[in-house]
Nanobody
């Protein structure tokens, strides 16, 4: 059974940096893409960053230039480096994964992902 465990969320101040980690277990093959989503209170869950199995990335304009996604396939772990955090970044951050046909696939829709972590809370104070 696939399991994703996020860590690293905490209370920080505006302008601070934070790195989230997501460790995956139970993966039975290669070719899995990973993504980070976030959901603020009263808002829909949205994509923050996604990465293909071979390291291609996608980040929406809202976080591009501040956030970076990376992965270590040997450790089955994906990271989200967040710099210059803003109060608007406050949310629960979720890690997700899906096995893809192509190694360079970067799924961007939450409905494209099959497995989800429980989430980690990031709170940015002003």
């Amino acid at each position: 059974q696939v399991r994703l465990v996020e860590s690293g969320g905490r209370l920080v101040q505006a302008g601070d940096s934070l790195r989230l980690s997501c460790a995956a277990s139970g993966l039975t093959s290669d070719n899995y893409a990973m993504g980070w989503f976030r959901q603020a209170p009263g808002k829909e869950r949205t994509l923050v960053a996604a990465i293909s199995y071979i390291g291609g990335t996608y980040l929406p304009d809202a976080v591009k230039g501040r956030f970076t996604i990376s992965r270590d396939n040997a450790k089955n772990t994906v990271y989200l480096q967040m710099n210059n955090l803003e109060p608007e970044d406050t949310a629960v951050y979720y890690c997700a994964t899906v096995q893809t046909i192509k190694r360079n696939a970067i799924p961007q829709g939450q409905n494209e992902y099959d497995y989800w972590g429980q989430g980690t809370q990031v709170t940015v104070s002003s």
